[in-house]
């Protein structure tokens, strides 16, 4: 069993960063498949980011203001946001999976997540 708690949302002017984290306990989970979702209000779960070992993969509509990276020695998985917009507000969950290709969809261990809202 893996627990996920997610951190660091919170409220933020456009064009603001915020970074969340992604703790793990239970087991370490340095091989695990990571990923970030979000669910903004009336809409339905969008895929944000994943990491695999040292693979990434970021969805389009983030590419070039979000990174996604681990840090394996505190089993911690951050997403860094840059130039937030208001459309990026949404509760941000984050996943893991010990199984499957870094585009694989689901995942075995979701979080609870984390509100981020951007102010225009």
């Known amino acids: 069993q893996v627990q996920l708690v997610e951190s660091g949302g919170g409220l933020v002017q456009a064009g603001g960063s915020l970074r969340l984290s992604c703790a793990a306990s239970g087991r370490p989970f340095s091989t695990y498949r990571v990923g970030w979702f979000r669910q903004g209000p009336g809409k339905e779960r969008e895929f944000v980011a994943a990491i695999r070992w040292s693979s990434t993969y970021v969805s389009d509509s983030v590419k070039g203001r979000f990174t996604i990276s681990r840090d394996n020695a505190e089993n911690t998985v951050y997403l860094q946001m840059n130039s937030l917009k208001p459309e990026d507000t949404a509760v941000y969950y984050c996943?893991?999976?010990?199984?499957?290709?870094?585009?694989?969809?689901?995942?075995?261990?979701w979080g609870q997540g984390t509100q981020v809202t951007v102010s225009s």
């Open positions: 996943a893991a999976d010990p199984r499957g290709p870094i585009t694989m969809a689901t995942y075995e261990y």
